[in-house]
């Protein structure tokens, strides 16, 4: 069974950077696509970026230039660099992962989940 767990998250002020890691461990097969997502209290789950097999790479509008996404073969992690934290960015960050080669911005693509990470962004 793959696990994904996270790491990194804190308490930061509006316009710091932070960086997230999820290392991924077990299963037969290690996932493909590996993606973030993150979800504010009484907002749905959302994309925020993705790695899918070749390197290929998304992310969502509001991050572009400003998080990056990079995978760690050796290590078996990937990685989530922020930068220019917004106070609207305060989310629950989660780690995900899928076999399946085709990089999905949907939640419910994903199998396999991380507990998540706290990110707070104060003003």
């Known amino acids: 069974q793959v696990q994904l767990v996270e790491s990194g998250g804190g308490l930061v002020q509006a316009g710091d950077s932070l960086r997230l890691s999820c290392a991924v461990t077990g299963g037969t097969f290690s996932p493909n696509t590996l993606s973030w997502f993150r979800q504010a209290p009484g907002k749905e789950r959302e994309f925020v970026a993705g790695m899918g097999r070749g390197g290929i790479r998304q992310s969502a509008s509001s991050v572009k230039g400003r998080f990056t996404i990079s995978r760690d073969t050796p290590k078996n992690t990937v990685n989530l660099q922020m930068s220019s934290l917004r106070p609207e960015e305060t989310a629950t960050y989660y780690c995900?992962?899928?076999?399946?080669?085709?990089?999905?911005?949907?939640?419910?693509?994903?199998?396999?989940w991380g507990q998540g990470t706290q990110v707070t962004v104060s003003s």
């Open positions: 995900a992962g899928a076999l399946g080669t085709f990089l999905s911005q949907s939640p419910r693509d994903y199998p396999y």
